[in-house]
């Protein structure tokens, strides 16, 4: 069993030299624990599992077999930046899936937010597991856990990657990153010589838009909340927002109200705005944002976006209110 708590004499990283020995202990660490074997990787494309597969990569090089599995609650453009980064640029061993319907469809009806999380990374991991098989001989599954996914599967949230594991799993876990704070993960990834604009990104869950399309998921509701999330996240970056605030996105609840389009009734779903600032997830303080971005990103989203007909703002820190509304 893998050591899951942080040693109270574990000193935070934040330099480069840190990050250095912490990498170099990881390559041996891993190579002790992989041997001659090969890993499978369940690669997001999110900071975490992107730093995990360059740790990797520097470690056992191809016996690294990464796996994009498209869920279906990526956000816009996400998987197709995975295959053009990884796959394209970086030239890794990149497997992609598109299990959209599978997950979808399993996902029809399902309100409750942990019933959702557990479906959705159970899910995961039996796609995992039929890929194994058919790779033949892959002994390990590499995952992004980070400490506050442990810290907070005992008891808060079952976090796909921690508490959605079936028992009769039959790969070992292999998780660099599990002891660390996700500000140490981002040091590590920039001592590792990858891309600033893969390092800074925002964290995004694992379950995806899953918790955002808060309730039962739609199909059509999933596509209101992409195209509403990706104007915010392209005006976040159009004001230089997106650099300062460090996660930023937009919930849908599975309500509508009353509105009028062209003198006509219309009624629709509102599109919630949640930007907050936080160093480690446990706690989370709201960001100001400009009225006047924020008018503009009501006007395009309103105009643009088919069946949303409001956008509020959730000005909740954590606690009392999650990150996530789900
Ligand atoms: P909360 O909502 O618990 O979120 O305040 C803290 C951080 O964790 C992310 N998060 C998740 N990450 N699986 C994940 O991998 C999950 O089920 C999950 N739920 C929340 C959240 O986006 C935030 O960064």
Redesign the pocket.
């Known amino acids: 069993m893998a050591n899951n708590v942080r040693p109270a004499t574990m000193e935070r990283i934040t330099t480069q030299a840190l990050a250095n020995a912490f990498i170099a202990e990881q390559i041996s660490s891993i190579r002790a624990q992989v041997g001659k074997e090969k890993v499978l990787l369940a690669l997001s494309g999110g900071v975490d599992s992107s730093v995990v597969a360059a740790l990797l990569m520097k470690a056992i090089g191809r016996q690294l077999v990464c796996v994009h599995v498209n869920h279906g609650l990526m956000r816009k453009g996400e998987s197709e930046q995975v295959i053009e980064v990884f796959g394209k640029e970086l030239g890794a061993n990149l497997i992609y899936i598109d299990a959209t319907d599978r997950f979808l469809d399993l996902l029809a009806g399902v309100a409750e937010p942990e019933k959702k999380?557990k479906i959705i990374g159970n899910e995961f991991i039996k796609v995992f597991d039929e890929e194994a098989a058919k790779l033949k001989g892959i002994s390990f599954l590499a995952q992004g856990t980070i400490y506050?996914?442990i810290l907070?599967s005992k008891g808060?949230?079952a976090?796909?990657?921690v508490g959605g594991l079936p028992e009769d799993m039959q790969m070992e876990l292999v998780e660099p990153v599990r002891l660390l704070y996700k500000d140490e993960v981002r040091v590590v990834g920039d001592a590792l010589g990858l891309p600033h604009s893969m390092v800074y990104r925002q964290?995004?869950?694992?379950?995806g838009l899953g918790?955002r399309c808060l309730g039962a998921i739609t199909r059509e509701r999933l596509h209101a909340l992409r195209e509403a999330d990706a104007i915010l996240r392209e005006e976040f970056d159009r004001c230089s927002l997106a650099e300062k605030v460090w996660?930023y996105f937009i919930a849908v609840p599975d309500f509508k109200s009353v509105g009028v389009r062209d003198g006509k009734r219309y009624e629709g779903w509102s599109a919630i705005i949640r930007a907050v600032n936080t160093t480690d997830?446990m706690t989370a303080t709201i960001e100001e944002i400009p009225y006047e971005v924020l008018h503009r990103i009501t006007a395009r989203i309103t105009a643009e976006v088919e069946g949303i007909n409001r956008v509020l703002m959730d000005l909740t820190p954590?606690p009392v209110g999650?990150?996530?509304m789900e």
């Open positions: 999380r506050p996914d907070e808060v949230k976090h796909h990657n964290p995004f869950p694992g379950p918790v996660q997830a954590k999650t990150i996530e």
